[in-house]
C-alpha cells in the first residue's frame, strides 16, 4: 500500500512503489497502480451518539444538498478517540449511506477503532495534519470534491514545486482544473463556469471569477482570493467554503472582492 | 497561404508548402457543425484553394446528404484507414465546385474505427495535395471528436447564442489546449476562431437570447463570423447544396465573409441588428 498523507481535508496517495510493481508496469500488464492527489470531504465525529449526528449532518447537507451527492467522505474520529471505544461504525455507514455519502476511511482513531472501523470495510488512513483546532461542536469541515476522471485528465498539466507561484495566462475553461502546489495562483484571464482553480495558498484573479476557487486547501486560513470580478460558483478557504447559486449578494457580484477567513467564517468584501 | 505563394515555392520544393488542417466542432449537437463545414469548405474551395472536406462522424454521416453526394458515396473515410481503398477511391469530387472534395463517413461502423495512427496517416497524406482540410467533428468531447481536432492546425468553433452550447464550446476550448498534438508536442496553440450560428437579432433584443457580446465574453476568443437564422439554411440542407452557394440569402453572404475573414480579409460583421421595417416598407407591406 502507498504510503498516505492526510493535510486538512486532502488526501495525497504518495505513490511509494515497489521495483517489482514497476517492472510490470513496463510489461503492459492488467493494471498500473499510481499515485493521484484527491480532496475530500472530512466528517468530525465530535459525539458518539448516531441520532445525534444524523439530526446535526442532516443540517449541513440541507446547505448543499447536490454538491455532496455521492461525495466520498473520510471520517476524523479525532475527538472521541479517548471516550468511544465501541463506536458503532456500521450506524454511521448506513446513515452516511442513507445521505447518499460514500465513507471510505477513518483518520485519528484509536487502536480498537481502527480495528472495528476495517471490519466494517473502512480503511485507516494515517499520517494526517490536522487543520488548527477550533472549539466547535459537531461540525463537518466540508471541502468539495473537485474532481471527476476527465476533468483530471483535461486539467492543464500542473508544475510543482515548494513555495512556487503559479501563473495562467490563458482562459480556465469549463472541465479545466489548475492546482497551485505549495504556493500562490495568479490568474490573468477568465475562470469559466464548471472551471476549478485550487491552490495552497493565496489566488488572485485580475478578470471575471466564473468557476470554483479554492485557496488554502492544506489548511492555510490565513490564505486569501481575490477576484477582480466575482461571479464565482463556489469559494473556499482552508476547507470553509461556500456556493453562490442565484442569491449572490449585489454588493459583491461582479465586482472586486477580497475574499477571507475570519473566525472559521467566510468572509467577502467589496475593495 | 494562399495560391501564389504556393505556386512559388513549389518551383524551389514541392515539399515546403503542406495544407493546413481545420477543425469544425462545438461539443454540442445540432447547433451547425456540419452546416457550417460544407459551406466554410465549399467557400474555401471557389476561391481557388483546393480543399477537401472530412466527415468524422463515423456511423451517423451526415455531410454527404448537406452537400448532395450521397448517392455516390462508394469507399468511405474507415475503408481508407483500413486500407480497403485508396484515397483516390474514396475521395468524390463536388459536382459544383472542381477544387472541392468531400471524404464521406461511413454509415455501417462505429467510432472505435478510427485510430490516431490511421488518421494520421490518412491526414498526412490529404496534406500534400490540397490546401485547406476540413474536418467535421461528431458532437461531444469523445473518441470521434478528439480525433477530429487532434491534428488540427485551427479551429472554428460552431456556437448557438444560447447557455448550454456556450459552455460545452467551452469545455471542447479546453480539450483543444489540452489534447491535440500542437498541445502535446508543446508546439504553437491551434489558432481558435468562433463562428455564431442561428443568430436571431430580434430574440437577442427581446433578451431571449445571449447576444454576441455575451458569448464573446464567456468564450473569449476571436469571433470570424455571425451566421444568421434563416429558413434558406433548411431548405439548402434538405437540398443537399451548400447554403454559401444561396447567394442572395443572409445565411449565404455570412459565411462568404466568415471565408474571408479567415482569408486574413477584413470584412465588418453583418446581420447584428434586427431589421427596421421603414415607414413606406410598413404602411404598403413587403
Redesign the interface.
Known sequence: MPGEIIKNGEISLQTEVTESVKTRQKNNSAVELKGSVFTLPILHIQVASIPEIEADLLKHLSKARKFFENAPVVIDLKSIAKVAQDFDFHGLMKLLSQQHLIPVGVKNGSNQQNALAVSAGLAILKGGISPPDVDEKTSIKEKPTPTTDNTVK???PVVAGPDKTKVVT??V????QVYAKGGDLIIL??V????EIIADGNIHIYS?MRGRALAGVRGDVNANIFCQSMEAELVAIAGNFRVFEEDMPAEIKSKSVRIHLDNEQLVITQI | MNLLQKEQFNTVSKETILGKIIVVTSGKGGVGKTTTSASFATGLAKRGNKTVVIDFDVGLRNLDLIMGCERRVVYDFVNVLNNEASLKQALIKDKRCDNLFVLPASQTRDKDALTQEGVGRVLDELKEDFDYIVCDSPAGIEKGAVMALYFADEALIVTNPEVSSVRDSDRILGILAAKSRRAEQGAEPIKEHLVITRYSPKRVEMGEMLSVEDVQELLSIPLIGVIPESEAVLSASNSGIPVINDEPSSSGQAYMDVVSRFMGEDKPMRFLEAERKGLLKRIFGT
Open positions: 483535461d486539467a492543464t490563458q482562459p475553461r469549463s472541465g479545466q484571464a477568465p469559466n463556469h464548471g472551471a471575471t
